[in-house]
Structure formats: C-alpha cells, structure tokens
C-alpha cells in the first residue's frame, strides 16, 4: 500500500468522528397520515363540505351578475313587493318630451343687407359706363359690360349674365334702373322680413300646397307662430313687382334674374332659446316609479336581458341588500349533489389516470387544498358585487366575473401533479364559478379555456418565468374570448375593454401568485418540479462540487450515464430531466470511499486486493446506503432518493461472488445474497432506465474495440441479463419501451465513444497505453461493483 493511503487510512481512524448514518422515512408527514384510507375518506368528506359552503351556501339574487342583452341562464322573480324609481324609464319619456320641443328660429337680415350693398356698388357701375357710353366703340362697351357682371358676381355668389346686364342698359335709363333695383329691394325685404327657407332641404319638407311654420323669437326673445315663405315664393313676388312695372317683358325678366341669387335662406336655429325651453320642460319633469308586485317576474329564463329588466334586477339587489334578507336559496340540496357528483368523478379520473395521487393522502391534501382556496378567493370576488360601490354602478359589477382567480389551483396542480388532474381540476373550477354567478355558459367555456391555455403554455416547465407566462396567455385568451363573445351581445365597448383588462391582469398577477406559492407548496408536499430539478443541475451544488474535487472518475461517470439516461427517458415519453438530475447524484455515496471503486484508482493501486471478497462487497453496496444519507443530509428532493436507493435493484455483484467462490473450499456455501445490492427494484420508468444505464456505461469502459456490433452485442447482454435477474419486474417499462430505450443507448454509443484521428507522433503512446488497458486483471476490475 503506497504511504499516502497508509497515512489517509490512519488519519481517520484515529480523528475521523463515527458518523451517524440518516434514515429515510417515507414523507415529511407521519406514514399513517400518508397511507391510511380512512384520512383518504376524511379528506375526500372535508372536500365535498368545503366546496359546498364555499360556491353555494349563502349565494343570494343580488350576488348574480347578468348583463343587459345577454341571454338569462336563470328565472328570477320578485320574493316581496319594491318599488323603486326607473332611470330607463324616467329618462325615456323625458327624451320624448324634448324631442318634441319645436325648432326655435331667428330671422337673420345679415344676407339682405349684403345684397343691397353689391346692388349699389353695380349701379354706380352702371351710372360710370353711361357716362362714357358714347365715346366707347361697341367692341369696348362690350367689355366694360363684363368686366362690370364679373365684379358684380365676384362679390357674392351671384350668376349675373353680360348679356342680361347688357339688355337692361340698352332698354332703360338710369333712372328707370334704379326705379326696378328699388322695387325689387323692397319685395324681397319683405321676404327677409318673414323668413325664406329652401325648399330642397329635407328638413323642411311640407308638402306641397302646404303652408310653412315656424317658431320665431323675435327680439324680445319672445317666441310665436309665423309663416314664412321658400326661395320659390319669394322671387315669385320679385316677379309679380316687377311685372307690375310699366316696362317691356325682356327688361323684367333681366332684373328679375339680377335678384334671384340674392334670395337665401335666412332662418337661424336660436339654440339658447330652444334650450330655455327644455329647461323650463325638465323643470316641471317627475320621473317614473316602478312598482314590481310579489311574484313577478324580473329575468325569465332563456330569454335577452333588457336594459329595462337589468334595471329592475338592480334595484331588486339594492332592495333585498338593504333588507339583509340572508341567503335565499332552495336549490342547496341540488347543489350538494352536484358537488358530489363532481369530485366522485375526479375521484375515478384519477384512479384510472392517476392512480399513484389516490395513493398518496399528501397528494389528495394538496389538490383539496388549492381548489378549496382558488373557490374561497372566487367565492370573495362574487361577494364584492353585494357591496353598494357595485351594486349602484352595473359597469363595475361586470367586470367581477373577468377578474375571478380561475386558473390559480389548476397550473399549481399541473406542474405539481401532472396536467390530466390539472385539466380535471380546470372543469370543477370553471363549473363551480359559473354555477357561482348565476349558471353562465360562458364563463364556463371562459374559465376552462384559460386554464387549459395556462397548462398548456406551463408544461416541460423550465424557468420560473415561464409560470408568469402562463398566467400571461391565460388573461390573454381571457380578454380575447370577452372581445368575441360580449361584442356579438352588444355590450357597450367601454364596458368590454374593462373586462379585457381586468382578465389580462388578472392573469398576470395568479402567475406571480403562483410563483411564490410553488416554493411552499413543494416544501410542504413533497413535490418535485422540474424548475427545482434545474436548480440542482447546478454544477456548484456542494455535493457535486465535492464529487468532482474527491471523486472525479466517479463524476465523469455520472455525467455519461447522464446522457445515456436522459436521452433513452426522452425516447420513451419519460422524464428525462429528472433522469440527467438522479444520475449526476446517483453515486454521490462513492463520496465515502472513493478509493474502492476502480473509476478513481489513477495511482495503480487496488485497496480491495488486500481485503476479502465479503468485506469488498459490503463497501460496494455501501454506496447506496451512503447516498440516501447524503441526500437526505443535503435535502434532495424524494424522486432524486428513489432514484439513488433503486440505481442497482437487487443486482448481483458479479466480481467478488465469482472471487469468493473461487476462495472458497465450498463455494456451493456462499451465500448470493451477501453479494446482492439491498434494492429495492426500480419501481418508475426513470429509475429503470438509470439501472440499465449505469450497468451499460461502466462495461462499454472495458471495451478493447468500440464497432457498432460490439456495442449492440453490449447492450443486449446487459439488458438480458437484467431482464433475466428480474430487475425491471416492479417498473412500468413494456416492451416496446425497453426497445426504443436501446435503440437510444445503442446511438449515444456510437456517438459518444467514436475514435479519432491519429496525430503524428500519437500512435507508440497509444500503442503503449493500450497494452497496460488490455491487461486482464485491470479489464475485469473495471466493471467492480456494477
């Protein structure tokens, strides 16, 4: 023995203080709490009772929140006689009386005196021309005549042709003009006077032959009746006057078309006397009270809510809210029943899907505990819409429902049990709440639909982020479904985008909920995630630093049967992140005494030469004992213990039965269970897996040559034999799966242990080296202990 291993030996014989080894004890709670079936009995009863006072004891009308134009999934009718004052109904009839109040108009003279200005501008042009008439060329006077019109119908929006000004010029005098200008003046200011309107305004259809009034203010603002008179009328009158005149045809109707564009609608609505009116009319207003008769029906089944019957159901809430009425409920009986239906049917869902959660009372307790909770917070919400802030504002009562914690239990209960419960406690969730407020269809589908969206976005759950982002998507499809739904019920848009917001953020804030609540309840439970089988992935853990600092063969090892491990658990729909995490901690008991396994024997010396076939046996199985201490020492999660007690099963350790043997005078006297691992069997997939890649890794070490063939003649062998020996009889592996896992060991083989190229100068030490790992005792002792 070299005199390191000496000294070592005797150092801890000497200072090494005797180390108590831990036991394990099947859970954190006392084993008859965990397995007895009658806590089973008592949890499932406390569970029924739970829901029941939770979704349905003390649920009252004024707790059901039915928004106008949806469909009514309930009846209710009036218990007592109310009365109370309508504000539909109240606003309605006071719309039909201001809508009634006639249209108050001023005459406006503004138009008028604009043309009687532009018309004594055009005869002073007029006066200037004649003036000049006679020296001017006819081509010249032609000009002047249209550059005359132009500036005339420059100034307003005036049609004045040449030739009609030229044919009043030429037929008239100066005098004899402005005698016709005046007389049309005058007819059409009386116009003005009594007010023009333009017929071809729809706003003032009358009919024909019929005649137009209208109200008037005067200027002492006080209002009557007038008739006034169309554009059509009042330039009828301009020709009438103008006939009168003792003029020629042609002459009259030139100055008659002067005047027809200075004819314009001149009534003005007078908007602060229509409103003096409407004041005055709401004044004597008195709004309309309702009386609602006992036994009359407010909602009635099956048919739209109206604006009208969602008002009469408020004001029955604020009613009986003021009458403290207590619960009024005769369908409690109905409702126990459908409670027990339930959770009996969760109950074969799991006994048939899940039976290992039946097992565990733990497990039972933790998917009680959550759905009574996530109900309890729900149950709270539906209860702030008996409050009076909700009650007398139906807008922020409609955002409740969208605000509910539906998808908190079941993502907790997908990423702590398995998404098949978590999708079961989703419909008793979504069921309960819609039951809750009042038997809506669509917070049903609602509900159901964000908890499978947050289980969905939550599986293969890596990073304690991706929980936030669950509950992200679920508000997400939440907001979208309220966007689809209430829009084709005609909701008011206001009311609509609260609720997408409320359900968006209130999906957020369950993800971060169930970010702290993850923790606990995984301290509280026992359970196992793969966020914290990540976290222990962490080649810093103390455990794994101290293997690769005291037992680096030992790690190297872990590692390989990582890999193999990880990618045959893939194959087969295993978890393989839990398979990498158990096999870098699967022999973290070889930490004890690392120098008996032939992994971390650099130095060329075997302590097992100087001991007896026995003695070595027990310090190989050891290793298991010692790492179930070690996990347990340092917290390891259940799943990574399991996986540590099962790694061997009950396998025989070939070497050292076979040396025995070989010393032994009788070697039908030695006993093949001092050379069997303590076990027990693989008893999941994982575990399984693990066994059959631990045994493969360490023999693939003492191939001489690594072909496809002999790797596959490798694994076969090994897989007989363990199938032989029975060592896979207590795991759900099937065939089939047993095939794929070695197709999967089989490829990360090849590609894990494929030869290289030969550098120059490389071949004599790979020559040498290669002749010291052929010998035959080293080969054989490669495998000591697997």
């Not at 008037?216 to 009328?233: L, T």
């Not at 702290?516 to 301290?523: N, V």
Request: contains cysteine.
């Amino acid at each position: 023995m070299p005199f390191s291993e000496q000294f070592k030996a005797w150092f801890n014989k000497a200072f090494a203080k005797k180390r108590k080894r831990r036991t394990e004890t099947p859970s954190s709670l006392p084993k008859f709490l965990e397995e007895n079936r009658v806590v089973a009995v008592l949890v499932f009863v406390v569970t029924v009772a739970a829901i029941v006072t939770t979704s349905f004891v003390g649920i009252k009308p004024g707790g059901f929140q039915i928004l106008p134009n949806q469909v009514a999934s309930i009846r209710i009718a009036a218990a007592e006689s109310f009365s109370y004052r309508s504000k539909i109904l109240s606003e309605r009839k006071q719309q039909q009386l201001l809508d009634s109040v006639p249209h108050v108009y001023r005459i406006d003279m503004e138009p008028y005196l604009t043309f009687e200005k532009h018309v004594g501008e055009l005869l002073d042009a007029i006066e200037r021309f004649l003036a000049v008439e006679q020296d001017l060329s006819a081509s010249r006077a032609r000009q002047e005549i249209e550059s005359i019109t132009s500036d005339f119908n420059a100034k307003g929006d005036y049609r004045l042709s040449a030739d009609n000004l030229e044919a009043i010029i030429d037929h008239a005098d100066l005098d004899t003009i402005e005698e016709l200008v005046k007389t049309g003046l005058i007819s059409i200011r009386e116009s003005y006077k009594l007010g023009i309107y333009d017929q071809n305004d729809p706003t003032f259809a009358f009919g024909k032959d019929s005649v137009a009034i209208f109200h008037i203010a005067n200027q002492d603002d006080k209002i009557g009746q007038k008739r006034v008179e169309s554009i059509e009328d009042a330039l009828r009158s301009v020709r009438i006057n103008l006939g009168a005149a003792n003029i020629s045809p042609d002459v009259a109707e030139a100055v008659s078309r002067l005047f027809r564009d200075a004819l314009k609608p001149n009534l003005r609505k007078s908007v602060r006397e229509m409103e003096r009116l409407r004041e005055e009319m709401k004044a004597s207003f008195e709004p309309v009270i309702v009386t609602v008769r006992e036994g009359a029906s407010i909602i009635e089944l099956g048919q739209p809510v109206t604006p009208e019957q969602h008002e009469q159901l408020l004001a029955y809430q604020r009613h009986l809210a003021d009458k403290d009425v207590g619960a009024i409920d005769n369908q409690l009986i109905g409702r126990i029943l459908l409670v027990l239906a339930m959770v009996i049917a969760a109950t074969f869902y799991i006994r048939l899907e899940h039976k290992v959660t039946l097992q565990s009372n733990g497990r039972l307790a933790l998917l009680a505990l959550v759905v009574v909770i996530n109900l309890l917070l729900i149950r709270t919400c539906y209860e702030l819409g008996n409050f009076e802030a909700f009650l007398y504002d139906s807008n922020l009562a409609a955002i409740l429902p969208y605000v509910t914690p539906t998808v908190l239990a079941p993502i907790i209960v997908a990423i702590l049990i398995g998404t098949g419960p978590g999708l079961l406690m989703a419909l008793m969730i979504s069921l309960f709440t819609a039951v809750m407020f009042g038997n809506r269809l669509d917070l049903l589908v609602m509900s159901f639909l964000a908890s499978a969206v947050g289980i969905y976005v939550s599986r293969n759950l890596r990073k304690r982020g991706r929980v936030v982002t669950a509950g992200f998507f679920a508000g997400l499809s939440i907001a979208i479904f309220t966007l689809l739904f209430n829009s084709i019920d005609g909701l008011p848009w206001p009311t609509i985008i609260y609720q997408m917001v409320g359900g968006l953020l209130t999906g957020l804030a369950e993800g971060v909920v169930i970010v702290g609540l993850l923790p606990i309840l995984e301290g509280l439970f026992k359970r196992t995630t793969d966020i914290t089988l990540l976290e222990l992935c962490d080649y810093n853990h103390p455990l794994l630093r101290r293997m690769q600092l005291e037992a680096p063969g030992t790690w190297h090892h872990s590692l390989m049967v990582a890999n193999l491990a990880e990618n045959g658990c893939n194959a087969i729909g295993a978890n393989g992140l839990l398979a990498r995490v158990a096999c870098m901690f699967h022999d973290i008991g070889k930490l004890v005494k690392p120098e008996y396994f032939t992994e971390n024997q650099l130095e060329g010396y075997n302590p097992h030469d100087e001991k007896s076939p026995s003695f070595s046996a027990l310090i190989i199985k050891s290793h298991v004992k010692e790492g179930v201490d070690l996990g347990l020492t340092y917290k390891l999660p259940r799943p990574i213990i399991d996986a540590i007690r099962q790694h061997h099963g009950t396998n025989l350790i070939r070497f050292f039965f076979h040396k025995a043997k070989q010393q032994s005078d009788n070697p039908d006297q030695v006993q093949e269970s001092t050379y069997r691992y303590d076990g027990p069997k693989p008893q999941s997939k994982e575990a399984a897996v693990i066994l059959l890649a631990d045994s493969i890794e360490a023999a693939s070490r003492s191939l001489p040559k690594v072909t496809p063939q002999n790797i596959e003649e490798l694994v076969d062998r090994i897989f007989a034999s363990n199938i032989d020996d029975g060592q896979l009889n207590d795991s759900p592996l099937t065939i089939a799966e047993v095939a794929k896992v070695r197709e999967s060991f089989i490829f990360t083989l090849l590609n894990s242990l494929h030869s290289r190229i030969a550098y120059p100068g490389q071949k004599t030490e790979e020559k040498a080296a290669k002749k010291i790992d052929e010998k035959p005792a080293e080969r054989v002792e490669a495998n000591v202990g697997k």
